[in-house]
């Protein structure tokens, strides 16, 4: 019978797996001068230590160390042989590939996973998961060296395989049945849940709920209750509603790593650089970014629907200006932006000149005060003020010595009125102004990274919201004070009455 010819796109998915395959088998040559006494040696070594075992068996994935957090999850999977592991991992954290060896080994060495199912969100998606596992038992010269050939004739598909060594995988898409999933006498003691989320899926709850459902009652109880078993869930958090979230409440432990730390550092700077991170963070949206890297998923919010763009006035024209900055919260868990607005009032409009607004350092954030004091010259006074609460002596000493060594001290002063809370006096004070065109942007700001970061924590504003409300937070600031500075300079006006002239008629 003549196969069909293969369309376009599954031609490409066929030569970039073939370029794969390839790779695999140049990469993990092997020593053919050595004995098997040497043979067994090096073999033993290696499989007392896992870490080593990847180093060896896959190269091509491991040419940075692993970090801390991988170890940490290793460890665990290793130990316990009943474990529920949640990988809830920023993209480039390499969550299937860390799964992939850990499964791998778990399956080669001490042989404690028989029967492994892989689920995704559809058989598609499910069968290219599983393709690096088979390419590897295919094309990995140094595990068919050391664990013989991999390959069983008759029962080796691109969705199920059973290996010579005595181990099982078969793909399953969420919602299939896998029921009577069996190697020999052997039941399921492995699922990997990878990918289990769409965006599509995300954005109706019943779905959701349906799918969670699903994993409860047809998934998992196809381990054996007296057996052995590890599930893994390899999902960052891509929605408020999604699968990985109702999963936490059922794992032994959940791992939460974004592409940088609480520090505002790469989580895992060995392979992931944090000029590599600011290129790709400058490239997606914020509110994408949130999603895809920092498991802060966030949708549009209930407060700003959209921000408003236009033309500034020319600097001398504002009588005088509020450069307001909110510097975050050293500690945070959340790990803050830093945010400095310049902001000017021209008739009953507040006009957002410049903004400042990134994750960043102390010695950053005091430069754009610079800036700032560079850009307006002596075309107009400058009002700099931060929240009382972070002007510290530690802060403060940071701007002095700034200020010495370029001959000019930025003179910031306290904001130090007794805040309502934080979602509340934004609404109050900042949606009325928006609503009506009145919180205006700087146009010609539109394409400058931090002037969108700006926006985007507006659009993405609500109450109970974890997006990062540092920018509204410091326009907040800004329009109050030129409020009152300006009701300060109206009242300091005093309206004489001229006297009458008696003389004139």
């Known amino acids: 019978m003549i196969k069909p010819a293969l369309k376009p796109i599954d031609k490409r998915a066929l030569i970039d797996w073939e370029s794969f395959a390839s790779n695999i088998r140049q990469t993990t040559f092997i020593d053919l001068n050595e004995t098997p006494a040497q043979q067994a040696i090096r073999l033993k070594s290696l499989e007392a230590d896992p870490v080593k075992w990847f180093e060896y068996y896959f190269t091509e994935y491991c040419k940075v160390k692993l970090a801390r957090f991988h170890r940490r999850v290793l460890k665990r999977l290793i130990a316990n042989k009943r474990w529920f592991q949640i990988l809830m991992w920023a993209r480039e954290l390499a969550k299937s590939t860390f799964t992939m060896m850990v499964v791998l080994y778990l399956a080669l060495v001490p042989k404690e996973l028989k029967n492994i199912l892989l689920v995704s969100n559809s058989q598609d998606n499910a069968v290219r998961l599983l393709t690096p596992y088979r390419l590897q038992l295919e094309n990995n010269q140094r595990i068919i060296h050391d664990y013989g050939l991999q390959e069983k004739v008759g029962s080796w598909t691109d969705s199920e395989f059973t290996t010579l060594s005595g181990f099982s995988m078969r793909a399953l898409g969420a919602g299939q049945s896998p029921r009577g999933t069996r190697n020999g006498a052997s039941r399921v003691d492995c699922i990997i849940i990878d990918d289990i989320d769409t965006d599509e899926e995300c954005r109706n709850p019943r779905r959701i709920k349906e799918k969670f459902k699903w994993i409860q009652e047809a998934l998992i109880p196809t381990v054996s209750v007296s057996g052995d078993y590890r599930v893994i869930v390899c999902n960052n958090k891509i929605a408020k509603v999604c699968t990985v979230s109702m999963l936490e409440k059922l794992a032994h432990d959940v791992s939460i790593v974004n592409i940088r730390d609480e520090n505002g550092k790469s989580s895992w700077p060995e392979k992931n650089s944090e000029e590599d991170i600011n290129d790709m963070l400058r490239m997606i949206s914020y509110a994408s970014a949130q999603k895809e890297y ?44 830093k945010a400095t607005l310049l902001i000017g009032k021209w008739r009953d409009e507040f006009h957002i000149i410049k903004a400042f607004v990134e994750q960043t350092t102390t010695a950053a954030m005091i430069d754009w005060h610079y800036q ?48 309502p809370e934080k979602i509340v006096r934004i609404e109050v004070l900042l949606e009325p102004l928006n609503r009506n065109g009145k919180l205006i942007l700087n146009k010609a700001e ?57 003389k004139r008629v």
Do not use: W
Not at 309 to 326: A, I, K, Q, S
Not at 392 to 411: H, S
Not at 460 to 487: M, R, T
């Open 294 to 337: 920092f498991n802060n998923p966030i949708s549009e919010g209930t407060i700003f629907k959209e921000m408003t763009y236009g033309e500034m006035r020319p600097l001398n024209e504002y009588g005088f200006l509020v450069c307001y900055t909110d510097p975050s919260f050293k500690s945070s868990s959340k790990n803050d932006f």
């Open 372 to 419: 700032i004091s560079g850009f307006v010259g002596d075309k107009v006074p400058v009002y700099y003020f931060m929240e009382a609460n972070f002007i510290q002596d530690e802060l403060l000493q940071a701007f002095y010595k700034e200020g010495i060594k370029r001959g000019k001290v930025i003179p910031i002063s306290g904001d130090t009125r007794k805040k």
């Open 446 to 502: 539109i394409n400058n990274p931090h002037m969108q970061r700006c926006e985007e924590q507006f659009i993405s504003l609500e109450p109970g919201s974890s997006a990062h409300d540092d920018a509204p937070d410091a326009a907040e600031g800004g329009v109050y004070i030129l409020n009152q500075k300006h009701s300060t300079h109206a009242s300091s006006i005093k309206i004489v009455k001229r006297a009458t002239n008696s």
